[in-house]
């Protein structure tokens, strides 16, 4: 049973250009998350998938930032025309969700590092 | 939306000392409060968590209490060792909608000298 796999593992890119981030939750979990993590930062949330509900958003924190889940699994991360403050650990999380809140299950992240 | 603030945002402590950290949060519709910890250069994983519906659970030298009045709970780690070294983070979640999107502290970096 392998863990949620992300890809890739270190991103090093310019300012300006596009970046796609990957996820591959644990399989059969429904809810799958992405969160942020800059230095010495706490965990910030970016957007969440459910089933086949459409995804929360909210956390998104402009419109450069996109993702996608096909078929209820793998997830990708799309940041366009990235800038400085982009650099961060992006970290996606799966849960099980059996009816009620219970336990991420994380990745090891993708570093993310803009120059 | 959910507020959560952690105190201390970093914790130094001598190897057998307790450790406490402590959460608030501003929505009352909370009711699941779980524990990670992130060693360095590592994943966050759970080490505890907690529902609205009891006020302290204990798994070993771990312990959580929850104050669902005053909006706070708190992480204790009794005869700390070495190895707990690390990032602690706490979270607040409801089922706003049918979603649980937990809301994550600042994280306390917790530092056990030998």
């Known amino acids: 049973g392998a863990g949620v796999s992300q890809s890739p593992s270190n991103k090093v890119t310019e300012k300006g250009k596009d970046v796609e981030l990957r996820c591959d939750p644990i399989s059969g979990h429904t809810a799958l998350y992405w969160y942020r993590q800059s230095l010495g930062q706490g965990l910030e949330f970016l957007i969440y998938?459910?089933?086949?509900?459409?995804?929360?958003k909210s956390g998104l924190p402009s419109d450069r930032f996109s993702a996608e889940r096909t078929g209820g699994s793998v997830s990708t991360l799309t940041i366009q025309r990235t800038q400085q403050e982009d650099s961060a650990v992006y970290l996606c999380?799966?849960?099980?969700?059996?009816?009620?809140?219970?336990?991420?299950?994380f990745g090891e992240g993708s570093r993310l590092t803009v120059l | 939306g959910e507020n959560v603030e952690q105190h201390p945002s970093t914790l130094s402590v001598q190897e057998g000392d307790s450790a406490v950290i402590k959460c608030t949060y501003s929505d009352s519709a909370s009711n699941y409060f779980p524990w990670y910890k992130q060693e360095l250069g590592k994943r966050p994983q759970l080490i505890i968590d907690i529902r609205s519906n009891v006020g302290e659970k204990k798994d070993q030298r771990i312990a959580v209490t929850l104050n669902k009045t005053a909006k706070h709970f708190s992480l204790h780690i009794t005869e700390t060792q070495p190895e707990d070294s690390a990032v602690y983070f706490c979270a607040a979640s409801s089922a706003s909608g049918g979603s649980y999107i937990p809301t994550f502290g600042r994280g306390t970096s917790l530092i056990v000298h030998p």
């Open positions: 999380a799966s849960s099980l969700l059996p009816g009620g809140p219970g336990e991420l299950f």
């Open positions: 998938f459910q089933g086949n509900s459409a995804p929360d």
